[in-house]
């Protein structure tokens, strides 16, 4: 796929937020315990309203420049790569979750550091923010369940 | 005109006499001594009687507080153990191991000046006092009413739950998992916080009443819940949190990392530390280190020094932050345990033989206070320590084993595998079954299990006592 436009990144991004969806269903139909496939689904559509965001983000030419970076707390960044299974646990949910934003940051970070300067980059940089949001929410909600002895 | 005088008051709270750190530190015994009768009655003398005494309402099981104070103060002891316990069937482990800096003490009048009266300790007094100078005493028992209660987990909600139903006229069962009787409070609490003696005591008392006390019965397994409900009329599942979390790090899986509950069981249940008196040893370890701020991590820290480690627990936040009760992190520092707080593990490190021989560490700062106020730490780049050890015991929290969820179809589970029960009555989505403590509230303090024990055996109580047609045609639900 080309991104050689702002309205080509954003369609990149807008699959990627599809394709998040895709993940995250999936995972949901795999798990055995109702409550965790319930949280997987719950992060499915977090990601649709992603998605839905960057349409009209797309539609309306609202590209925002970044103000400020958004807090890493790298919360993820230490912790083993979890075994998809049936039984996993909202613990490793939420890994699996903190690990995927991540991954998204990246690619959106690099691919601005490739890219020159200019509304390509700025516009990628957004979206690595954008990411960087979602996976602080994620961060928080682990901090707020399985840290608070820790 | 004379002016009038201005009332002095006692802020003076009285110190409760400790064995020194140096000295427990190599021991097991129990820290703390507790009153004699006469600083028990200095104590209790100091309390105004409140005309809206605020105290009641921030206790979990709403005991008369005012009314076994003044009883102590005016030497009537068993006047007082008898308030104590018309609401509180195990005032001996309540007054050693509640929170009552959070609960009761912490709306005294006198706490702003910092002279509340030290309720935890009176009751201990009196709970003890009871136990040296006589029998205790039964209370009122309504006559059989011919219903019969099954209780899922003998700690803190489930013996509540047995205490209240059992004087109530019920029949009652307790079927307990482990081979004693007492749950958190005997495989979790160490010797040294709350002697074992106690438990037992308590225990021994609720079998005096009439309760039937079941043990090496694991529900779920030995039978489910649905088997058990075509003898009972009614079930309580208080079966705790015993579930540990771990932190999904690197060399978790080498040998010397434990859980918090693994440590603790084999020192406690299993009496590791007297060996050979009990035939179940535990490893001798030099530098132990214990991931978490939580009492359970003070309770294994403390362990590991007395059984002769150097021990240091990490903390991810800074002291201000630690979960953990102020006179159990006082208590820990006195004895020599090491704090290294704003330090977050990354990963154990193993030797050829699978054994953990290091642990290694992220430095972290409180970060700026986020939408909460909450600050949350954050690394700082670059600064990572390692710690050579020989034992890792991660203590970071607990969430209930799966086993009764997975065999009680139709019982309602939240995402942390807690049973989802009603606050004031324990009603679960299954008729006949209640539910109340860590298994519903994740690990939390054996006063709001027990509270939740009194709330639920309430709706029990309440459910049996409906007309029999009624009860037996829910029984065939």
């Keep these: 796929m080309k991104l050689d436009s702002v309205d080509q990144i954003l369609d990149f991004a807008i699959a990627k937020e599809q394709e998040a969806w895709q993940f995250y269903m999936d995972l949901a139909a795999k798990v055995g315990q109702q409550p965790v496939k319930q949280v997987f689904e719950a992060f499915a559509g977090e990601e649709l309203q992603h998605k839905a965001k960057l349409i009209e983000i797309k539609q309306r030419k609202l ?88 | 005109m004379t002016e009038p005088v201005k009332k002095q008051y006692d802020l003076n709270r009285r110190e409760m006499p400790k064995q020194l750190p140096e000295v427990r530190r190599y021991n097991f015994n129990e820290v703390a001594l507790g009153y004699t009768a006469e600083t028990a009655i200095e104590e209790a003398k100091r309390c ?26 005016e030497g009537d002891f068993l006047g007082g153990i008898r308030i ?38 009176l009751e201990r007094f009196l709970a003890d006092w009871e136990a040296q100078q006589c029998e205790p005493e039964m209370p009122e028992m309504l006559p059989n009413s011919g219903r019969k209660v099954a209780i899922v987990g003998g700690g803190p909600a489930g013996l509540t739950v047995a205490g209240d139903l059992i004087k109530l006229g019920h029949k009652v069962t307790v079927f307990e998992a482990l081979h004693r009787m007492g749950g958190v409070l005997i495989y979790g609490i160490p010797e040294f916080r709350l002697p074992k003696v106690i438990v037992t005591r308590e225990v021994e008392y609720l079998r005096k009443l009439g309760v039937e006390l079941i043990t090496d019965f694991v529900v779920g397994k030995t039978r489910t819940i649905d088997s058990i409900l075509g003898e009972y009329d009614a079930v309580f599942v208080g079966s705790g949190a015993g579930l540990p979390w771990f932190m999904e790090i690197p060399g978790e899986n080498l040998n010397g990392v434990y859980s918090a509950n693994e440590y603790l069981t084999r020192l406690n249940l299993m009496k590791g530390y007297l060996f050979p008196k009990y035939h179940t040893p535990v490893k001798s370890h030099r530098k132990v280190v214990t991931v978490g701020g939580g009492n359970v991590a003070m309770d294994c820290a403390r362990s590991a020094l007395r059984l002769g480690a150097e ?60 939408s909460s106020g909450r600050r949350r730490p954050v690394p700082i780049e670059g600064a990572i320590v390692t710690f050579p050890v020989d034992a890792v015991v991660c203590a970071i929290g607990n969430s209930p084993n799966p086993l009764i969820g997975a065999t009680t179809p ?38 709001l299990a027990m509270g939740a024990g009194r709330f639920a055996a309430r709706s029990i109580h309440e459910y049996l006592s409906r007309p029999q047609a009624e009860v037996s045609q829910n029984s065939g639900a």
């Excluded at chain 1, 991540?102 to 979206?127: P, Q, V």
Aim: proline share 4%; charged share 30%; net charge negative.
């Design chain 1, 63 to 150: 590209m925002i420049p970044v103000q400020q970076r958004v807090l890493d707390l790298k919360i993820g960044d230490h912790l083993v790569d979890i075994v998809l299974s049936p039984n996993m646990t909202y613990q490793q949910a939420l890994i699996v979750a903190m690990k995927a934003e991540k991954a998204a940051f990246r690619m959106y970070h690099d691919l601005a550091a490739a890219a020159g300067e200019g509304n390509l980059k700025e516009s990628l940089l957004m979206l690595a923010q954008e990411e960087a949001r979602h996976k602080l929410r994620f961060e928080i909600e682990y901090d707020d369940n399985f840290q608070r002895e820790n």
């Design chain 2, 48 to 73: 105004i009687q409140c005309k809206k005494p605020l105290c009641i309402s921030n206790c979990p099981v709403e005991i008369d507080i005012p009314g076994f104070v003044k009883c102590i103060a």
């Design chain 2, 410 to 447: 139709g019982l309602t589970i939240g995402k942390k595998g807690n049973i989802e029960a009603d606050e004031k009555t324990g009603t679960t989505s299954r008729e006949k079954i209640w539910a109340g403590g860590d298994v519903v509230t994740g690990a939390a303090t054996v006063i």
């Design chain 2, 311 to 370: 021990s240091r627990i990490v903390y991810r936040r800074s002291r201000e932050e630690l979960p953990a009760r102020l006179e159990e992190v006082e208590n820990a520092e006195e004895e020599g345990v090491i704090f290294d707080f704003l330090t977050l593990p990354l990963r154990y490190i193993g030797d050829e033989s699978g054994w953990v021989r290091a642990i290694e560490c992220q430095k972290m700062a409180l970060g700026e206070p986020d």
């Design chain 2, 84 to 121: 104590l316990k018309d609401k509180n069937c195990l005032p001996a482990i309540c007054g050693r191991v509640c929170p009552q800096e959070e609960q009761c003490e912490k709306t005294c009048v006198f706490h702003k000046k910092g002279g509340q009266i030290a309720v935890g300790r």
